[in-house]
């Protein structure tokens, strides 16, 4: 967290965060629920070492809402959620271990379909329809014409 912390202060014009602890023990437990403020240069040593808590904020976020974090304790990881030059960031610093997310397509698209009996009738009824059309516009064209 003293290597990640200077780099999300970086990337924010805000000073304070908001955050939420994880619900341990019970799911109802509406206090552990509760949204807090905290400055995020002092987040370690005045929430940390008062030995209430043994980690960080499961949710954090700056108040400007330029980025957020979600640590989950039970696999040792924070996921963060920011600017690509954040991320960039994160990703070129010696000290922090990243992975990238980045969506991959696994498998080449599928060919197109080729359409139904029913698709081609109906493209065979427009084109029918636009051709009767013409037509008739032909045909009332000349007739200004000729009178």
């Known amino acids: 967290m003293e290597t990640l912390i200077p780099i999300l202060a970086a990337h924010t014009g805000a000073t304070r ?9 019970s799911p109802f437990d ?5 949204v807090f403020s905290f400055d995020l240069t002092t987040m370690l040593s005045s929430m940390l070492a008062t030995g209430q808590q043994e980690f960080t904020p499961e949710l954090w976020w700056a108040e400007d809402k330029a980025w957020v974090l979600w640590t989950d ?4 990881g924070t996921r963060v959620f920011g600017s690509d030059d954040l991320i ?3 990703g070129g610093s010696p000290d922090i271990e990243t992975l990238d997310w980045r969506r991959v397509r696994l498998r080449p698209p599928s ?4 359409p139904s009996r029913m698709e081609m009738r109906f493209q065979e009824l427009l084109a029918e329809q636009e051709a009767a059309k013409a037509q008739k516009q032909e045909a009332g064209g000349q007739d200004s014409t000729e009178g």
């Open 73 to 76: 304790y039970d696999l040792m």
């Open 17 to 25: 965060m908001r955050g939420r602890f994880s619900p341990i023990t």
């Open 111 to 114: 060919p197109p379909r080729p």
């Open 88 to 90: 960039d960031a994160l």
């Open 30 to 34: 509406v206090e552990a629920m509760r």
